[in-house]
């Protein structure tokens, strides 16, 4: 049984940041490819950003180009997305998700998802 639970949402101010952290148990974390997605009220859930098992292929939404980074450590079994830069429009449930292949940017790849944590941002 693999888990996903996300930590680091919460309230920050528009312009500031936040570091969301995946931990994975279960199986091997380095043969998961990793995924951030995010869902705002009222609207449909969102890819955000996936790095590859060995972290040499990372790709973003190009609304969160240059202000969001997702990275990971396979000893620690554990993904992360820093937020730079926040914006009102970042307010949503974000969602960790892991895929045995190669993830994308449609919601069906994906094998696993974590429970969302929410990040609200303030004008």
Do not use: H
């Not at 969160?64 to 307010?91: C, H, Q, Y």
């Amino acid at each position: 049984q693999v888990q996903l639970v996300e930590s680091g949402g919460g309230l920050v101010q528009a312009g500031g940041s936040l570091r969301l952290s995946c931990e994975v148990s279960g199986r091997a974390f380095s043969s998961y490819t990793m995924g951030w997605f995010r869902q705002a009220p009222g609207k449909e859930r969102e890819f955000v950003a996936q790095i590859s098992r060995s972290g040499d292929y990372i790709s973003y939404v190009d609304s969160v180009k240059g202000r969001f980074t997702i990275s990971r450590d396979n000893a620690k079994n554990t993904a992360w997305l820093l937020m730079n830069s926040l914006k009102p429009e970042d307010t949503a449930v974000y969602y960790c998700a892991a895929d045995q292949a190669f993830g994308g940017v449609g919601l069906t790849p994906w094998d696993y998802w974590g429970q969302g944590t929410q990040v609200t941002v303030s004008s």
